[in-house]
Each structure stands twice: as structure tokens, then as C-alpha cells.
């Protein structure tokens, strides 16, 4: 299943045209790659099954407190760089992961790759990022498919809450921190097969008449 409004051909129009060439730049050393993306980690019930001889009841966790994930990875090292809090994420969140970006100087261009949130798209971050060097390339509509990062916050909820139980945002927030920082250790294997460049593509559905 696709998203209703994706367009297809627009996305392998992109994917050719704007996504392809800059990562056989940063291939070659001449460019670095980001993907950006926001994950909000909800406090709340993830179910699983297990086989018990007895039934157990569980307190589920109360409110919805969030754990809020901007993040940017590098398409060829994998390297992740994270702007973290508890509120919202907004134009200055985006703002200061530019400067952390940007703070990285690897000494060739930097191009990030976005989805079209407005907080993303907004003058503010715009500026900010022409004044640092850094372009921005917003993907075409409902894309999350070439969107990279996408499959990292897949692998964090598969690792960190499916089939598990916190009993306090503490815990709960301090195994996703964990999990994140272990991208270059622990996890490394894993997310370089994960994270190959290949793009899943979609074909326009066929509607027959009836």
C-alpha cells in the first residue's frame, strides 16, 4: 500500500533527477549527504505476545509524554546528528540542527534532504541555512519511501518498544538515547544493511472498471 496522494512518476523523477546525483557526489568525497526527519516517541502501550501460564496484568503508562527526535543522517558514513526534548519540535529545533551540521566542517558542500513540514520550510530555516552554506532539497509530497532516515526511527521502535514495558519516561526515554548512540557501535551492522541506498519505488495502481 502506497499513500493515496503519492504521485509515482514524480517520485522517480526526483530520485533520478535530484537525489541520485548528489549521492554519487558524496560517494566521491565531494559532497555530504543528509536525510532529516522528526520521531516523536509517545510514552504508551506497545503490544507484543508471549506465552504465560498464568494471566498478568500490567499497569499501562498514564498521559502521553513524548520523546522528541530530530534527526539528520549521513547517507554514506551513517554518521546521526539529533536535536532532543520533551515539547514540540519547530523551526528552531531545525535551526539548531543546522548548526550542529554545520559545526561538523567537513570542508564540502552539505545538502539535507527534508519532507515538506512547514516548520522545515519556513523563512527562518531557509536563511539560516544560506547563511551556513547548507542546501536544502524538500522531497517530493508523501515520499517517506526516499526519505533514509524513515528506516533508522523503524529500527529504534523495533529495538526499543515493541514487546517492551517502561514504567517510567525516564527509562523509557533513556533506552532510545541509548539505542541512538549505539548507531556506530552495537548497531553498526545492522544499519549499514539497512540503510543501502536502494529506494523502493511504486507503480500507479491499475483501477479496472467493473
Aim: aromatic share 10%; proline share 5%.
Amino acid at each position: 500500500m502506497i499513500p493515496a496522494k503519492a504521485d509515482p512518476d514524480e517520485q522517480a523523477v526526483y530520485l533520478k533527477e535530484e537525489i541520485e546525483p548528489r549521492l554519487a557526489e558524496a560517494k566521491a568525497g565531494n559532497r555530504s549527504v543528509f536525510f532529516v526527519d522528526a520521531a516523536h516517541f509517545v510514552l504508551a502501550p506497545f503490544l507484543g505476545y508471549l506465552w504465560s501460564l498464568s494471566r498478568i496484568f500490567i499497569k499501562a503508562p498514564s498521559g502521553r509524554q513524548r520523546f522528541n527526535v530530530l534527526g539528520a543522517i549521513n547517507a554514506i558514513t551513517h554518521e546521526l546528528v539529533t536535536v532532543t526534548n520533551e515539547t514540540y519540535i519547530n523551526a528552531m529545533s531545525v535551526c539548531e540542527l543546522l548548526t550542529k551540521l554545520s559545526a561538523l566542517n567537513p570542508g564540502i558542500p552539505i545538502s539535507l534532504f527534508l519532507d515538506n513540514a512547514r516548520y522545515q520550510k519556513c523563512k527562518l530555516v531557509k536563511e539560516m541555512a544560506d547563511r551556513l552554506g547548507i542546501e536544502l532539497c524538500f522531497l517530493t509530497a508523501y515520499s517517506p519511501n526516499l526519505n533514509l532516515i524513515e528506516r533508522l526511527w523503524k529500527f529504534v521502535k523495533k529495538q526499543c518498544l515493541y514487546s517492551r514495558y517502561y514504567s517510567t519516561f525516564g527509562t523509557f526515554k533513556a533506552a532510545i538515547t541509548e539505542c541512538l548512540s549505539k548507531t556506530h557501535t552495537d548497531h553498526k551492522s545492522d544499519l549499514d544493511s539497512l540503510l543501502s541506498l536502494r529506494f523502493q519505488l511504486f507503480r500507479k495502481p491499475q483501477i479496472d472498471p467493473v
